[in-house]
Protein backbone atom coordinates (compact mmCIF):
# COMPACT_ATOMS: atom_id res chain seq x y z
CA UNK A 1 0.00 0.00 0.00
CA UNK A 2 1.45 3.26 -1.07
CA UNK A 3 0.52 6.04 1.48
CA UNK A 4 -0.97 8.92 0.77
CA UNK A 5 1.13 12.87 1.50
CA UNK A 6 -1.91 15.00 0.77
CA UNK A 7 -4.49 15.26 -1.67
CA UNK A 8 -4.93 17.73 -4.53
CA UNK A 9 -8.43 18.34 -5.91
CA UNK A 10 -9.39 15.56 -5.01
CA UNK A 11 -6.71 13.12 -5.65
CA UNK A 12 -4.03 11.70 -3.81
CA UNK A 13 -0.63 12.38 -3.93
CA UNK A 14 1.13 9.34 -2.62
CA UNK A 15 4.75 9.48 -1.22
CA UNK A 16 6.22 6.98 -4.25
CA UNK A 17 4.99 9.64 -7.05
CA UNK A 18 5.54 12.96 -4.37
CA UNK A 19 9.27 11.45 -4.75
CA UNK A 20 9.48 10.76 -8.38
CA UNK A 21 8.65 14.14 -8.92
CA UNK A 22 11.34 15.60 -6.14
CA UNK A 23 14.16 13.38 -7.85
CA UNK A 24 12.77 14.25 -11.11
CA UNK A 25 13.02 17.53 -11.12
CA UNK A 26 16.40 17.55 -9.72
CA UNK A 27 17.62 14.80 -12.80
CA UNK A 28 16.40 17.37 -15.41
CA UNK A 29 18.66 20.08 -13.17
CA UNK A 30 21.35 18.44 -13.24
CA UNK A 31 21.64 17.00 -16.76
CA UNK A 32 20.77 20.95 -18.03
CA UNK A 33 24.09 21.66 -16.56
CA UNK A 34 25.52 18.55 -18.21
CA UNK A 35 26.32 17.12 -14.79
CA UNK A 36 27.07 13.37 -14.78
CA UNK A 37 25.36 12.87 -11.60
CA UNK A 38 22.01 12.87 -13.38
CA UNK A 39 22.11 9.56 -13.89
CA UNK A 40 22.43 7.91 -10.71
CA UNK A 41 19.47 10.56 -9.85
CA UNK A 42 17.47 8.91 -12.99
CA UNK A 43 17.83 5.65 -12.02
CA UNK A 44 16.01 6.08 -8.49
CA UNK A 45 13.12 8.69 -10.93
CA UNK A 46 12.16 5.77 -12.85
CA UNK A 47 11.78 2.83 -10.39
CA UNK A 48 9.73 5.56 -8.43
CA UNK A 49 7.64 6.65 -11.64
CA UNK A 50 7.05 2.82 -12.80
CA UNK A 51 4.91 2.71 -9.58
CA UNK A 52 3.16 5.66 -10.01
CA UNK A 53 2.14 5.22 -13.67
CA UNK A 54 1.08 1.68 -12.90
CA UNK A 55 -1.56 2.78 -10.50
CA UNK A 56 -2.55 5.66 -13.34
CA UNK A 57 -2.87 2.64 -15.85
CA UNK A 58 -0.38 4.80 -17.69
CA UNK A 59 0.73 1.69 -19.41
CA UNK A 60 2.58 3.12 -21.86
CA UNK A 61 4.70 5.67 -19.02
CA UNK A 62 5.30 2.16 -16.90
CA UNK A 63 6.96 0.30 -19.61
CA UNK A 64 8.79 3.69 -20.42
CA UNK A 65 10.47 3.46 -17.20
CA UNK A 66 11.84 -0.50 -17.73
CA UNK A 67 13.68 1.43 -20.86
CA UNK A 68 14.74 4.27 -19.41
CA UNK A 69 16.25 1.91 -16.73
CA UNK A 70 18.50 0.64 -18.89
CA UNK A 71 18.93 3.99 -20.77
CA UNK A 72 20.36 5.74 -17.84
CA UNK A 73 22.50 3.12 -17.05
CA UNK A 74 23.77 3.55 -20.95
CA UNK A 75 24.11 6.87 -20.48
CA UNK A 76 25.90 7.07 -17.22
CA UNK A 77 28.41 4.34 -18.46
CA UNK A 78 29.06 6.94 -21.77
CA UNK A 79 29.55 10.03 -19.66
CA UNK A 80 32.01 7.89 -17.50
CA UNK A 81 33.92 6.95 -19.92
CA UNK A 82 36.42 9.00 -21.24
CA UNK A 83 39.29 6.71 -21.69
CA UNK A 84 37.83 5.94 -25.06
CA UNK A 85 36.62 9.31 -26.35
CA UNK A 86 39.79 10.72 -25.55
CA UNK A 87 38.15 13.07 -23.31
CA UNK A 88 34.85 13.97 -21.80
CA UNK A 89 32.26 13.54 -24.46
CA UNK A 90 31.45 16.72 -25.54
CA UNK A 91 27.87 18.74 -26.31
CA UNK A 92 27.38 18.66 -30.26
CA UNK A 93 24.52 18.76 -33.07
CA UNK A 94 23.30 15.69 -34.42
CA UNK A 95 24.07 14.72 -38.24
CA UNK A 96 21.76 14.79 -40.88
CA UNK A 97 21.47 11.34 -40.62
CA UNK A 98 20.92 11.17 -37.16
CA UNK A 99 18.01 14.05 -37.07
CA UNK A 100 16.46 12.20 -39.48
CA UNK A 101 16.85 9.01 -37.68
CA UNK A 102 15.06 10.55 -34.75
CA UNK A 103 12.50 11.89 -36.32
CA UNK A 104 11.62 8.60 -38.14
CA UNK A 105 11.96 7.07 -35.14
CA UNK A 106 9.89 9.02 -33.30
CA UNK A 107 6.76 9.02 -36.21
CA UNK A 108 6.96 5.29 -36.72
CA UNK A 109 7.71 4.66 -33.23
CA UNK A 110 4.44 6.55 -31.74
CA UNK A 111 2.42 5.08 -34.63
CA UNK A 112 3.42 1.55 -33.90
CA UNK A 113 2.99 1.90 -30.18
CA UNK A 114 -0.11 3.32 -30.00
CA UNK A 115 -1.64 0.83 -32.07
CA UNK A 116 -0.62 -1.81 -29.83
CA UNK A 117 -1.93 0.06 -26.58
CA UNK A 118 -5.15 0.40 -28.26
CA UNK A 119 -5.67 -3.20 -29.14
CA UNK A 120 -3.84 -4.89 -26.16
CA UNK A 121 -4.68 -2.53 -22.94
CA UNK A 122 -7.55 -0.56 -21.53
CA UNK A 123 -5.19 2.68 -22.12
CA UNK A 124 -8.10 5.92 -22.02
CA UNK A 125 -5.65 7.53 -23.77
CA UNK A 126 -3.16 5.49 -26.39
CA UNK A 127 -1.57 8.14 -28.72
CA UNK A 128 -0.99 10.07 -26.06
CA UNK A 129 0.13 7.63 -23.70
CA UNK A 130 2.74 6.35 -26.90
CA UNK A 131 4.12 9.71 -28.00
CA UNK A 132 5.16 9.94 -24.12
CA UNK A 133 6.58 6.86 -24.17
CA UNK A 134 8.26 7.17 -27.60
CA UNK A 135 9.59 10.74 -27.43
CA UNK A 136 10.88 10.29 -24.24
CA UNK A 137 13.25 6.59 -25.35
CA UNK A 138 14.62 9.02 -28.63
CA UNK A 139 15.18 12.25 -26.71
CA UNK A 140 17.28 9.55 -23.45
CA UNK A 141 19.24 8.45 -26.09
CA UNK A 142 19.96 11.44 -28.10
CA UNK A 143 20.74 13.25 -24.56
CA UNK A 144 22.98 9.89 -23.93
CA UNK A 145 24.94 10.97 -27.06
CA UNK A 146 24.82 14.80 -26.36
CA UNK A 147 23.20 15.86 -28.99
CA UNK A 148 21.68 19.19 -28.78
CA UNK A 149 18.65 18.24 -30.22
CA UNK A 150 17.92 16.09 -27.30
CA UNK A 151 16.02 19.35 -25.64
CA UNK A 152 13.57 19.92 -28.66
CA UNK A 153 12.32 16.46 -28.43
CA UNK A 154 12.33 16.73 -23.99
CA UNK A 155 10.20 19.98 -24.84
CA UNK A 156 7.53 18.19 -26.80
CA UNK A 157 6.88 15.51 -24.25
CA UNK A 158 6.90 17.76 -21.23
CA UNK A 159 3.73 19.93 -23.80
CA UNK A 160 2.24 16.88 -24.43
CA UNK A 161 2.45 15.43 -20.49
CA UNK A 162 1.28 18.37 -18.72
CA UNK A 163 -2.82 17.97 -20.21
CA UNK A 164 -2.12 14.16 -20.22
CA UNK A 165 -1.62 13.97 -16.48
CA UNK A 166 -3.54 16.08 -15.55
CA UNK A 167 -6.31 14.43 -17.33
CA UNK A 168 -5.12 10.98 -14.95
CA UNK A 169 -5.52 13.19 -12.12
CA UNK A 170 -1.64 13.28 -11.37
CA UNK A 171 -1.27 16.65 -10.70
CA UNK A 172 1.16 17.26 -9.03
CA UNK A 173 3.15 15.08 -11.51
CA UNK A 174 2.08 17.49 -13.92
CA UNK A 175 3.34 20.49 -12.27
CA UNK A 176 6.37 19.08 -12.41
CA UNK A 177 6.30 18.52 -16.06
CA UNK A 178 5.36 22.09 -16.22
CA UNK A 179 8.70 22.55 -14.57
CA UNK A 180 10.33 20.66 -16.64
CA UNK A 181 9.14 22.55 -20.00
CA UNK A 182 11.19 25.40 -17.73
CA UNK A 183 13.96 23.52 -17.29
CA UNK A 184 14.30 21.76 -20.52
CA UNK A 185 14.35 25.61 -21.98
CA UNK A 186 17.43 26.41 -19.91
CA UNK A 187 19.00 23.10 -21.07
CA UNK A 188 18.61 23.68 -24.10
CA UNK A 189 20.45 27.31 -23.60
CA UNK A 190 23.17 26.26 -21.67
CA UNK A 191 23.62 23.14 -23.85
CA UNK A 192 24.28 25.83 -26.73
CA UNK A 193 26.45 28.17 -24.55
CA UNK A 194 28.54 25.02 -24.22
CA UNK A 195 28.34 24.09 -27.82
CA UNK A 196 29.86 27.40 -28.67
CA UNK A 197 32.28 27.53 -25.63
CA UNK A 198 33.82 24.16 -27.21
CA UNK A 199 34.04 25.84 -30.90
CA UNK A 200 35.70 28.75 -29.43
CA UNK A 201 38.83 26.60 -27.53
CA UNK A 202 38.57 24.73 -30.09
CA UNK A 203 39.38 27.86 -32.96
CA UNK A 204 41.87 29.38 -30.04
CA UNK A 205 44.13 25.59 -29.88
CA UNK A 206 44.53 26.00 -33.87
Not at 68 to 80: C, E, M, S
Not at 102 to 125: E, K, M
Not at 179 to 206: I, K, S, Y
Request: proline residues 5%.
Amino acid sequence: MDPVAFVVAGSPVTWTELLGDVTGLLCVYLVARANVWNWPVGLANVVLFFFTFLRARLYGDALLQVVFFVLNAYGWWLWTRPGERGAEPPVRRGTPLENAGLVGVSLAGTAGAALILARHTDSPVPLWDASVLVLSIVATWAQAEKLVESWWLWIAVDVISVPLYMGRGLYATAVLYALFLGLCLMGLREWLRLLEAQRALAGAAR
